[in-house]
């Protein structure tokens, strides 16, 4: 049941192929606010889409998986084996950026969050004041979209756990929602292109070795055409 429930959420996220347009359309519900897509004003500060007039300057975080509980291929991974069925993407791409990650060191066992006193060691009410420095490996696409991976503590083991977002500007998305608010349950409409799909790719693959390893895993499947 819980499973059940679970997937239902899950395939809130759709991604499918659009034969009309040659393109991958993912539908991403927008009023979720505990879901992995949000709208952030500028990126940053999480908003009520309802109650909230969205603007230019807003952006769609979607923290975009590969696989489900059950091990079965969803969202990006859905989207590698659309777009290489569909020669958006080929088997050189995909091959050509595994092989040039292979042995490159991850960013979880690279950087570290660290803590530094504020510039002034200000203090407030006899407690010293910190700031907690959190590393970002950020790309910048062609289109507005950028790719993240954020550094986090693991929350019940020890160690980091890189967390991959992609942030969509609201022009990049069609219904147009700019000037409104976000109506019940709606849902939006991102085409991704190849240049995201492959920046995803790279950012999974520089990750940590458990998302290498899933992630190259998913790929050999789809060029050897096992799923
Ligand atoms: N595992 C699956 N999707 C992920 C994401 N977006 N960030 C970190 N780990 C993940």
Redesign the pocket.
């Known amino acids: 049941m819980r499973d059940e429930l679970l997937g239902t959420v899950k395939s809130a996220i759709h991604c499918r192929w659009n034969d009309d347009k040659n393109c991958i359309e993912c539908l991403l519900p927008i009023t979720l606010p505990t879901s ?1 897509v949000r709208i952030k004003r500028k990126g940053i500060e999480p908003i009520a889409p309802r109650r909230t007039e969205i603007s230019a300057e807003d952006l769609i975080e979607w ?5 489900n509980g059950k091990g079965q291929i969803i969202e ?1 991974g859905e989207i590698l084996r659309l777009a290489y069925k569909n020669k958006l993407i080929s088997k050189s791409d995909i091959c050509s950026i595994i092989e040039k990650f292979e042995n490159a060191p991850t960013f979880d066992e690279t950087f570290y969050i660290s803590r530094e006193p504020s510039p002034q060691n200000l203090s407030f009410y006899g407690f010293k004041v910190l700031y907690e420095k959190t590393p970002i490996l950020h790309l910048d696409l062609q289109d507005g979209c950028y790719i993240e991976i954020i550094l986090k503590h693991k929350q019940k083991a020890v160690g980091y ?5 992609i942030y969509i500007p609201m022009k990049n998305i069609t219904p147009n929602l700019i000037g409104r608010a976000v109506k019940q349950k709606e849902k939006v409409i991102w085409v991704p292109r190849k240049e995201h799909i492959l920046g995803l790719l790279k950012a ?1 693959l520089l ?1 940590s070795k458990a ?1 290498r390893n ?1 992630i190259k895993e998913i790929c050999l499947k789809i060029v050897k055409n096992i799923l």
């Open positions: 992995k923290q975009i998986s590969y696989k990006l756990q890189p967390m991959v977002y999974f990750a998302h899933d």
